[in-house]
């Protein structure tokens, strides 16, 4: 079994989209494997703060 965690910006000004294991986030996330200490594989979703960077118009 395979389970998915997203790493957020904290205070981050929008709101990152972690209720799927999709990286469909509009941020953009990194998806990395990462190994577990059970042997298990899972993903980080690393999300990008978008905060104070381009800013999309509207
Ligand atoms: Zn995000």
Not at 38 to 57: F, T
């Amino acid at each position: 079994m395979t389970h998915t965690l997203h790493v957020t910006p904290l205070g981050d000004l929008v709101d990152h989209d972690t209720s799927t294991t999709d990286a469909d986030c509009v941020c953009g996330p990194e998806v990395r494997p990462a190994a577990h200490d059970d042997g298990s594989i899972g993903w980080l979703l690393v999300h990008y703060s978008l905060d104070g960077r381009e800013q999309a118009e509207g």
